[in-house]
């Protein structure tokens, strides 16, 4: 993500306290610390708050108010990703996060954020950020939401969508989202009416993309602003 200054904190117990495992200095923004825990099951309410505690201690000895808390977890590790419970956190943890100011995080959220980085859905930058937020943090990119799609044909090549006031023309691509992880197909041909387009404003229109894509309920546009 491009931190500078992430140091791997004692993980014992010093004087009865117990620290956190990752320290990140962020210059004038202050520092972020971190708790990171793998277990079988999901959090118990005390595991998610144990970073809040942490978190006072830091501002009391900085003397400042600076301080980001995060909580991440490898939860339900014996199971593989996607039978796991997503997000691992109830309602009430998330809410008391909230309240709290703290993040809570699950390592499948960054799993997939490393590919959503790499794939430029993403900037460091944006996801730096996206670390000091509170409550379940959620890496979405910014892109355009175009609703969902009317049909699909051609072993789901073709795709038939509605646009409204967005300029879309050959050569751009159509995103979509699966199981946290963002991807792309290039738009190949637009037609309207069997009709060939090269750009496209407003209407209904076929867009024949490069590769099938998943029957999936949304699709999104690259914002080019």
């Known amino acids: 993500m491009g931190f500078e200054n992430a140091v791997e904190k004692d993980k014992s117990a010093e004087n009865g306290l117990f620290e956190e495992d990752i320290q990140i200095d962020l210059g004038e923004k202050g520092l972020l610390i971190i708790e990171v825990k793998g277990i079988n099951g999901t959090s118990k309410d005390a595991e998610c708050s144990q970073i809040h505690k ?41 809410k008391d996060a909230i309240n709290d100011e703290r993040g809570l995080l699950s390592t499948w959220q960054l799993f997939n954020l490393y590919f959503n980085i790499e794939n430029g859905f993403i900037t460091k930058e944006q996801a730096r950020n996206y670390l000091l937020k509170f409550g379940l943090i959620n890496f979405i ?85």
């Open 141 to 225: 990119p910014d892109l355009i939401d175009l609703g969902k799609p009317d049909k699909f044909y051609k072993s789901n090549t073709v795709v038939c969508l509605k646009i409204n006031n967005l300029e879309i023309k050959v050569g751009d691509y159509l995103i979509y989202e699966l199981d946290g992880r963002y991807y792309k197909e290039k738009i190949m041909e637009i037609q309207e009416n069997k009709e060939s387009k090269q750009m496209v404003y407003n209407g209904s229109f076929g867009f024949k993309l490069s590769n099938k894509i998943p029957n999936v309920k949304q699709l999104y546009f690259e914002n080019k602003k």
């Open 54 to 94: 942490i978190k006072h201690r830091r501002c009391k000895e900085r003397n400042k108010f600076d301080v980001f808390a995060l909580y991440i977890v490898n939860n339900e590790k014996n199971i593989e990703p996607l039978k796991r419970t997503i997000p691992p956190f109830n309602e009430i943890q998330i």
